[in-house]
């Protein structure tokens, strides 16, 4: 059993930068691969960013290319996503998600366990 808890969500101009955390409990870390959902109002969970258990692999989605940077310190049990240039349409909740293996993927059905998200908002 994995818990996920997000922080550093906000309220950020256009432009600006945010950096999310996701703490997670659990010894093995490492045998968790990790990713980043996000979901606008009105809108179903899309995928933002996946990274392997060891961090050998990293997945983005079109939109965050070049922007986002996902990472983890499997040390600290913790996983990170760097979101720079934002934009409007980067608002919305952003989940953490972990597998029960090290293989990243890119559906929301392949995640086992997720935290409750925090809220990013980007102002035009």
């Known amino acids: 059993q994995v818990q996920l808890e997000e922080s550093g969500g906000g309220l950020v101009q256009a432009g600006g930068s945010l950096r999310l955390s996701c703490a997670a409990s659990?010894?093995?870390?490492?045998?968790?691969?990790m990713a980043w959902f996000r979901q606008a109002p009105g809108k179903e969970r899309e995928f933002v960013a996946a990274?392997?258990?060891?961090?050998?692999?990293?997945f983005y989605a079109d939109s965050v290319k070049g922007r986002f940077t996902i990472s983890r310190d499997n040390a600290k049990n913790t996983g990170y996503l760097q979101m720079n240039s934002l934009k409007p349409e980067d608002t919305g909740v952003y989940y953490c998600?972990?597998?029960?293996?090290?293989?990243?993927?890119?559906?929301?059905?392949?995640?086992?366990?997720w935290g409750q998200g925090t809220q990013v908002t980007v102002s035009s």
């Open positions: 998600a972990a597998r029960s293996t090290p293989v990243a993927l890119t559906t929301t059905n392949a995640y086992d366990y």
């Open positions: 990274i392997s258990g060891s961090d050998f692999y990293r």
């Open positions: 659990g010894r093995t870390f490492s045998s968790n691969a």
